[in-house]
């Protein structure tokens, strides 16, 4: 491709799920390009631990691997989730299909497992060359350069007149940058827990995204393939720290989650051991640098990354790759001008499902629970059986479409200014008939 100055390359930093996906578009392309990747090399020493074990997939994701043959491969990996399963305090969980007609899922995946495929298919791609144990420090657009790091601490430089930067939601090179914007740190942290196999199987139900919701503060379950969950709890980072000895953990989860507390015989040790996590919404912009000697653009969490509450930052940041991959297309291979046109299509989007993601907290952890919240869900459903593709849910068009996120509340506002009209327009007809009834008693 042209237009990108001098004779550096293609660098991709970091071989997490976006960066190895792009590396791969790239390289069948017939594109160059090189990945830098901090960890060692995964498959040589392990997953690394603390980070979030499973993921859910949903339409978009698997669209994007279907470009790279990877859909059925990692559907293969995965468990369907047809709907919520939600654990009231003190009450019988209750399912809740996510889909009008019940047969939608959304795929608990593992995040070590998907990372694998990826970087196996990236590997066998010609032009793509993996390097492990390489931090990249920053980079220099004057010269075109990156500023990498190995282990030992010793600094070196690779020529680079492209970078395209998906070292994630703590990223280096967005860090060089200094774009405008900033990073919000939710109030709210995560930590970690294992419900082990019970007698060889599940021990809860295999179909569904488990939530106990708590009000302020909620768990939930994602089934991995061993027949293990993995638990996640969401709480004020505060909360946390409360629960300073192996007996408070104890005696705080017999009390709020006694369905599951005695489903997991290590809780005390998972919960003493497993580190608490930040959950971060990065706004920032703009994602792409044009110097002199090189061209930066950010992508995946490093350009926007999002609170978990939709399942949606890796699907995003596999439709950013896509849309390079299709801006790269129509500019014929130029840089510049891809990168141009893939900031300015993608912001929109990716700003409108940050809020979303930030929203579905709420909706989670407090909504779901209450009898007014699944009276609705069920008139939801309902109505989208009977309008069969025209009233959609926001949850359906989020997981199971790749409408643009950003077209997605306008379109719920539409629906439900429709809704609103017609149900103005019913509990009208209901009052006037009321009303003849009263005069035709009082007759
Ligand atoms: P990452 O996957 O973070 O990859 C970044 C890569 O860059 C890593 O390999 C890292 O080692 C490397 N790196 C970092 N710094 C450097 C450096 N300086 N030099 C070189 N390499 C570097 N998304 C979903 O779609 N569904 C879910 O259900 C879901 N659940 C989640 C639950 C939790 C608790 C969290 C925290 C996130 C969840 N996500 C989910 C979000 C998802 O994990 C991210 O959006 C996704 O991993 C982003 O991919 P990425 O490639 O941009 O970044």
Redo the contacts with the bound molecule.
């Keep these: 491709g042209g237009g990108a100055g001098g004779g550096g390359g293609v660098a991709v930093?970091?071989?997490?799920?976006?960066?190895?996906l792009l590396a791969v578009l790239l390289g069948r392309r017939g594109i160059e390009v090189t990945v830098?990747?901090?960890?060692p090399d995964p498959r040589v020493a392990g997953a690394?631990q603390g980070?979030?074990i499973?993921?859910?997939?949903?339409a978009r994701?698997l669209a994007a691997l279907e470009q790279v043959g990877l859909r059925d491969h990692a559907l293969k990996q995965a468990l369907p989730m047809h709907g919520r399963m939600v654990h009231p305090r003190g009450g019988e969980p209750n399912f809740q299909p996510y889909s009008a007609d019940g047969g939608r899922a959304i795929n608990s995946i593992g995040?070590a497992e998907l990372?694998r495929s990826l970087l196996e298919t990236a590997e066998a791609t010609p032009g793509v060359r993996l390097v492990f144990s390489?931090?990249?420090?920053g980079v220099d657009t004057k010269a075109g350069a990156l500023l990498l790091e190995d282990p030992a601490g010793r600094s070196s430089t690779e020529p680079a007149d492209v970078v395209l930067a998906?070292?994630?939601?703590?990223?280096?090179?967005r860090a060089s940058l200094r774009p405008d914007g900033d990073t919000d740190f939710l109030e709210h942290g995560?930590k970690?827990l294992t419900v082990p196999p019970r007698d060889g199987g599940f021990a809860l139900d295999p179909d569904a995204l488990h939530i106990w919701p708590r009000g302020t503060s909620m768990m939930i379950a994602?089934p991995n393939l061993d027949r293990s969950f993995t638990c996640?709890l969401f709480w004020p980072k505060s909360d946390f720290d409360v629960l300073d000895t192996p007996d408070r953990v104890a005696a705080y989860f017999a009390e709020h989650y006694p369905d599951v507390a005695k489903l997991m015989p290590g809780l005390v040790e998972d919960y003493g051991r497993n580190p608490v996590?930040s959950?971060v919404t990065v706004r920032c912009w703009p994602w792409v640098r044009y110097g002199d000697g090189a061209i930066v653009a950010l992508?995946?969490?490093?350009a926007h990354?999002?609170v978990?509450f939709f399942?949606?930052?890796?699907?995003?940041?596999f439709e950013d790759c896509i849309e390079i991959d299709r801006c790269l297309t129509e500019t014929d291979g130029h840089w510049p001008r891809a990168l141009s046109l893939y900031q300015e299509r993608r912001k929109a989007n990716t700003d409108a499902i940050a809020e979303m993601a930030l929203d579905n907290f709420v909706e989670m952890r407090d909504r779901v629970s209450s009898p007014v919240y699944r009276a609705k869900q069920a008139a939801t459903h309902a109505l989208e059986r009977r309008l069969a593709g025209r009233y959609v849910s926001r949850y359906e068009l989020v997981s199971f479409s790749t409408m643009p996120y950003a077209e997605i509340p306008s379109r719920i506002r539409r629906q439900n200014r429709v809704l609103a009209g017609s149900a103005a327009g019913a509990a009208g007809a209901l009052v006037l008939s009321l009303r003849i009834l009263r005069r035709r008693s009082r007759r």
């Design positions: 930093v970091g071989a997490g799920l976006a960066g190895c830098y990747e901090r960890r690394e980070r979030s499973n993921l859910a997939i949903s994701g995040r990372n390489r931090r990249v420090t998906g070292d994630g939601a703590y990223s280096a090179v995560y970690e994602l996640t996590g959950l992508l995946g969490d490093a990354a999002i978990p399942g949606q930052g890796a699907n995003c940041a």
